[in-house]
């Protein structure tokens, strides 16, 4: 404004995220001969628990990633996301330069947003290092790319196939809400399978997770939609 001006008011709006928390759970049973080895390789908590852990990190992977909504959490790349951009891919069955860059250039806070892809994609994702324009900031010989026009990449089997909408987004996780036990629960019960001689075990946590925007942002000026959930598309 001009000097000695008075500026004018303005009243932002503030959403109210909701999260609400549900029970995530892993059972397993096991021979009570686990609780007889004394070997320290074949312990209880690296032969049972530990994979159910992993198998617990897995599920809340999958729902932060896919999760459709009902009774779970809303994912980033799920269509129950209202928030996410569906970028239109340039070639069907494989991923393009042009793909990814039309992707960065969607998302709202580049600096900030990771790639996360299926397994799948990798072959196709290599394959851009062999064009005359280089995509990723390091070579071949080091290993896979960490970092695809300067922003980490992630590979995550909870991400759909190559060719698939879906198997690469450019996310802004900071704009995702989450809530997670700071301690999960870890049972045992050792009268269900009592006559069969085995152990019950049981980890549970309080989990949910959504976007925290959702709707896709309009361009200041122009029809140049973006958001910080950006997706490839079938």
């Given amino acids: 404004v001009a000097e000695n001006t008075a500026m004018a008011a303005t009243a932002p709006t503030y959403k109210q995220v909701t999260l609400t928390p549900r029970t995530l759970g892993v059972f397993s049973r096991a ?48 269509a129950a996301n209202t928030g996410r951009y569906m970028e239109s891919r340039a070639t069907s069955g494989t991923i393009s330069l042009q793909d990814v860059t039309e992707m960065y250039a969607r998302q709202l806070n580049q600096n900030n947003a990771v790639w996360i892809a299926s397994p799948s994609t990798l072959p196709a994702l290599l394959g851009l290092a062999a064009s005359n324009v280089i995509a990723w900031n390091r070579d071949l010989t080091q290993g896979p790319p960490a970092l695809l026009l300067g922003r980490p990449m992630y590979f995550s089997s909870a991400m759909p196939t ?19 036990s700071d301690q999960v629960a870890i049972d045992v019960d050792t009268s269900a399978g009592f006559s069969s001689a085995q152990i019950a075990f049981r980890i549970l946590a309080a ?28």
């Avoid at 925007?213 to 079938?234: E, H, M, R, W």
């Fill in 162 to 180: 190559l060719g698939n909408a879906g198997d690469i987004a450019f996310v802004d996780f900071a704009q995702y809400a989450m809530v997670l």
């Fill in 207 to 234: 989990f949910d997770g959504r976007p925290t925007v959702d709707a896709i942002v309009p361009y200041p000026s122009g029809t140049f939609d973006q958001s910080f959930y950006v997706v490839l598309n079938a």
């Fill in 31 to 78: 021979s009570w001969l686990i609780t007889q080895l004394e070997a320290p390789e074949m312990t209880i908590r690296s032969s049972v628990l530990t994979p159910m852990q992993r198998a617990l990190e897995w599920a809340i992977e999958r729902y932060v990633i896919n999760g459709n909504g009902t009774s779970q959490p809303v994912g980033v790349i799920n």
